[in-house]
Antibody
């Protein structure tokens, strides 16, 4: 069974940094593109970033480019999102996700439970 | 980026009704259109992928159609557990989602 478990969310002041983690199990982690998707309170879903299986290809939404860094440790079956220069607009539930197939932009069949990041002074 | 526009933004219906939600892409996305259901406090769940393929375990009362820029999600014979928010998402390029359609009990 595919499982994705996020951690690392919390309350952070504007300008601060936070690193999210996503522990994956139930599949061959290194074989899949992985994604982060976020959802601000009461708002819709927004794709944030993605990374290929061996970590050599990444892309970001314009809203986080230059501030967020996605990475992975295939030995630990873990996905990361390093978030710097956080602002109130980054307040959201962050979901770790995997596609149904190994694709950079396919449908998202597996989601973690989400971790809440709150940026406020 | 490809913009996705859903309509309506909210919808009231009764158990047993048939409802249709539409999704329009700002450019052609062929059949790369997916639908998700999200309940409060929960992660989204994939319902339909590639316009009309039903994800494993999803009831057959859910169906999807369309191509190019215009797509629909149809739910036949609404059940109490179907009242939720629905999102479309294009997977033709960098993923983008519609703004969501909230389906409420009338």
């Amino acid at each position: 069974e595919v499982q994705l478990v996020e951690s690392g969310g919390g309350f952070i002041q504007p300008g601060g940094s936070l690193r999210l983690s996503c522990a994956a199990s139930g599949f061959t982690f290194s074989s899949y593109w992985m994604l982060w998707v976020r959802q601000a309170p009461g708002k819709g879903l927004v794709w944030v970033s993605r990374i290929n299986g061996d970590g050599t290809s990444t892309s970001y939404a314009d809203s986080v480019k230059g501030r967020f860094t996605i990475s992975r440790d295939n030995a630990k079956n873990t996905l990361y999102l390093q978030m710097n220069s956080l602002g109130a607009e980054d307040t959201a539930v962050y979901y770790c996700a995997r596609g149904l197939y190994n694709s950079s932009s396919g449908c998202i069949a597996y989601w973690g439970q989400g971790t809440l990041v709150t940026v406020s002074s | 980026d490809i913009q996705m526009t859903q309509s309506p933004s909210s919808l009231s219906a009764s158990v047993g009704d048939r409802v249709t939600i539409t999704c329009r892409a700002s450019q052609s996305i062929s059949k790369y259109l997916n639908w998700y259901q999200q309940k409060p406090g929960k992660a989204p769940e994939l319902l339909i992928y590639a316009t009309s393929s039903l994800q494993s375990g999803v009831p057959s009362r859910f169906s999807g159609s369309g191509s190019g820029t215009d797509f629909t999600l149809t739910i036949n014979s609404l059940q109490p557990e179907d009242f939720a928010t629905y999102y479309c998402q294009q997977s033709y390029s960098t993923p983008t989602f519609g703004q969501g359609t909230r389906l409420e009990i009338e």
